[in-house]
């Protein structure tokens, strides 16, 4: 960050900078990663709950691969139409 003239505003450079960057990370690991978590166990509980075909084309990863894509594909839209100053794409 100190490369690259960054800060955060309200906290001191160097070690409470560290710490700061820290906290976060742990605050946002460990939901983000039981919300994949779920999302990828979507297909299988479903599959159990409405006895449907054990051939379901979709499991967790590639749901989770879908989502990803669609998401990216938006902000890449949203990206575009913003540099040509036009109006939101989902608003």
Known sequence: MKKYGGFIPGIRAGK???D???Y???R???PGALYLGIISLIPSVAILLFNADQNFPFGGTSLLIMVGVG?????QIESQLHQRHYEGFLK
């Open 16 to 18: 409470p900078t560290e």
């Open 20 to 22: 700061y960057l820290a």
């Open 24 to 26: 976060v990370l742990s």
């Open 28 to 30: 946002l690991t460990a």
């Open 71 to 75: 998401l990216d594909t938006v902000k």
